[in-house]
C-alpha cells in the first residue's frame, strides 16, 4: 500500500532559526515528490515539484531534498519568518498506466509555527 | 485573477439537508478535482473529471454528486447531509489527468459544517 509519513507532526521554532521538515515514502513506483505549503484557512499551494532524477532543488528560502533509492525527502526552511508559519504537505505521485490523480498519496503534513 | 475558486467559502446546515458547493477555474485546465481534507487535515480525493468526463470516482457515498457542466466548472452536490460530512472540501485543477506531469493548482476551500 503507497504511503507518505511526515515529521515531525508539529514544531514551534523561533523566527529566524532554521528548520527541517521530514517526508518518507513507500509509493512506487515513484514519479514524482512535491511539497506544497497550506496557510491557516486557504488551500495548499506548490512550493517544489521532483522527479526521480533530482536530488535538490530551491525555491527562494525553501530547499528540497529526495533521495529516491532510501525513499526519503526533506524541506529545509532557512532564516524562518512568521509567514512561514503553516502545514507542509508531502505528496508523492505514483506511475501508474493509467495515470491521473489516483497516482497522488498524500502526507498528514507538519505544522509548522514560527514564533517571534 | 483567481485560478481556481469555489463558493461557498463557509456552509453551516442541519443534517438532512442538501447542499452545493461551485468550483470554477480560469487557467484553462482540462481536468478538476474535489478533495476533501477532514479534522485530522488529511487531503483525500474524492472526484475526478477531464474535459467534462469523470475520471476518478473514489469511494464515496452516492450521496455526493459532482456535475460538470464545461471543463471550466465542477460543482460538488450533496444529498441528505450527514455529520460525518463535516469538513473542508477544496476543489483542485491541473493541466491534464496525467497529475503526475501537471502541476494541481487548489482552491482556497469551502468549510461544511452540519449540525
Known amino acids: 500500500k503507497n504511503q507518505v509519513e511526515q515529521s515531525p507532526q508539529s514544531l514551534i521554532i523561533l523566527e529566524g532559526k532554521n528548520c527541517t521538515l521530514q517526508?518518507?515514502?513507500?509509493?512506487?513506483?515513484?514519479?514524482?515528490l512535491r511539497w506544497y505549503k497550506q496557510d491557516t484557512g486557504r488551500g495548499p499551494v506548490s512550493l517544489t515539484i521532483m522527479t526521480f532524477s533530482e536530488n535538490t532543488k530551491s525555491n527562494g528560502r525553501y530547499t528540497a531534498t529526495l533521495d529516491a533509492d532510501t525513499k526519503q525527502s526533506s524541506l529545509h526552511i532557512t532564516a524562518s519568518q512568521l509567514s512561514d508559519s503553516a502545514s507542509y504537505i508531502c505528496?508523492?505521485?505514483?506511475?501508474?498506466?493509467?495515470?491521473?490523480?489516483?497516482?497522488?498519496?498524500f502526507g498528514k503534513g507538519t505544522h509548522l509555527i514560527i514564533q517571534p | 485573477d483567481t485560478a481556481v475558486s469555489q463558493t461557498p467559502k463557509y456552509l453551516v446546515t442541519q443534517m438532512g439537508n442538501d447542499k452545493s458547493i461551485k468550483c470554477e477555474q480560469n487557467?484553462?485546465?482540462?481536468?478538476m478535482y474535489w478533495y476533501k481534507q477532514d479534522s485530522k487535515k488529511f487531503l483525500k480525493i474524492m472526484f475526478s473529471?477531464?474535459?467534462?468526463?469523470?475520471?476518478i470516482n473514489e469511494t464515496v457515498p452516492n450521496r455526493f454528486s459532482p456535475k460538470s457542466p464545461d471543463k471550466a466548472h465542477l460543482n460538488l452536490h450533496i444529498n441528505s447531509l450527514e455529520l460525518g460530512d463535516s469538513a473542508v472540501y477544496f476543489c483542485a485543477s491541473s493541466q491534464d489527468y496525467r497529475a503526475m506531469a501537471g502541476e494541481l493548482f487548489f482552491g482556497e476551500g469551502s468549510r461544511l459544517t452540519v449540525l
Open positions: 517526508c518518507n515514502y513507500t509509493v512506487s513506483p515513484f514519479s514524482n
Open positions: 473529471y477531464n474535459n467534462k468526463e469523470l475520471i
Open positions: 487557467l484553462g485546465h482540462d481536468t
Open positions: 505528496v508523492v505521485s505514483a506511475m501508474n498506466s493509467g495515470g491521473g490523480a489516483d497516482g497522488l498519496t
